[in-house]
C-alpha cells in the first residue's frame, strides 16, 4: 500500500463553521505534512509532524489546528477561517522528515464561502 | 535569496517530441532534487530524484540532469505522451539543520496531439 489517502475530497464551508480533514496513510512512514496549495502555485508547507510530535509550524493562524492522533492518522482542524483561506490542502508522508521522496494524497479542496 | 525557480512557466510539446523542462536553484548547500509532476486536479507524483554527487539519473523515460557549476537541474522526457500534460515542480532539500524540501513554481506542460 503506497498510498495517503485524504478526505473529504471537496468541502464548503462558512466562515462560522469548524470542519476538519482528515490524512491517513498505511506505509509505516513517521513523518507527516500539510501543505497549501492555491492555484497555478507550488504547495507551500504548513505543518510537519514527525513520530506524532509537531516539528514544523510554518508561522500558520491558529484557526488551522494540526493533529496527528497516530502515527497513521494527521487532522488539520478548521475554525473560522477566512475566504482567502480557500484552497487545494495537500497531505503528504515520508518515511522519516525530509528524507527522501514525499507521498502526497489527492488533496481536500476547500471551498471558503 | 534562496529559491527553487524555473526558466520558463509553461512549455508546448509536440507528442512524441522530447521535452525538456529547466530548474534553477541559488543555494549551493542543496545537495537532494525531486521533480514532481502534478496533474489536473490531482496531488503532486513523485518522478524521478537525484543527489547532488551524481550528474545525470535516468528513468522510465525520463533523465534528470544536474549542473552544479551553474546549479541548474532540468528533466527530460523522452517521446512525450499526451498523459504527459501536467505541471511539473522541481523541489530541492538540503542536508542542514535548517533544511525542509523548498518547490520551485511550476511549469504548465501541454502536449500537442
Known amino acids: 500500500d503506497t498510498e495517503v489517502t485524504q478526505t473529504p475530497k471537496h468541502l464548503v464551508m462558512g466562515m462560522t463553521n469548524k470542519k476538519s480533514l482528515k490524512c491517513e496513510q498505511h506505509?509505516?512512514?513517521?513523518?507527516m505534512y500539510w501543505y497549501k496549495q492555491k492555484a497555478k502555485k507550488p504547495p507551500e508547507l504548513m505543518f510537519v509532524?514527525?513520530?506524532?510530535?509537531?516539528?514544523i509550524n510554518e508561522s500558520v493562524p491558529s484557526r488551522f489546528s494540526p493533529e496527528c492522533p497516530n502515527s497513521s492518522l494527521l487532522n488539520l482542524h478548521l475554525h473560522a477561517l477566512q475566504p482567502e483561506d480557500s484552497a487545494l490542502y495537500l497531505c503528504?508522508?515520508?518515511?522519516?522528515?525530509?528524507?527522501?521522496?514525499?507521498?502526497f494524497g489527492e488533496g481536500s479542496r476547500l471551498t471558503v464561502l | 535569496g534562496e529559491s527553487v525557480g524555473l526558466h520558463l512557466p509553461t512549455l508546448s510539446v509536440q507528442e512524441g517530441d522530447n521535452s525538456i523542462i529547466n530548474c534553477a536553484y541559488s543555494?549551493?548547500?542543496?545537495?537532494?532534487f525531486i521533480w514532481y509532476k502534478q496533474e489536473s486536479g490531482k496531488g503532486p507524483q513523485f518522478i524521478i530524484d537525484?543527489?547532488?554527487?551524481?550528474d545525470k539519473r535516468q528513468g522510465q523515460r525520463v533523465t534528470v540532469l544536474l549542473n552544479k557549476t551553474v546549479k541548474h537541474l532540468s528533466l527530460q522526457i523522452a517521446a512525450t505522451q499526451p498523459g504527459d500534460s501536467a505541471v511539473y515542480f522541481c523541489a530541492e532539500n538540503r542536508s542542514s539543520n535548517d533544511y525542509k524540501l523548498s518547490f520551485g513554481a511550476g511549469t504548465t506542460v501541454t502536449v500537442r496531439a
Open positions: 543555494n549551493s548547500a542543496s545537495d537532494y
Open positions: 503528504a508522508s515520508s518515511q522519516e522528515i525530509w528524507a527522501g521522496e514525499l507521498f
Open positions: 537525484i543527489r547532488s554527487n551524481m
Open positions: 506505509m509505516g512512514h513517521r513523518a
Open positions: 509532524y514527525s513520530y506524532e510530535k509537531l516539528s
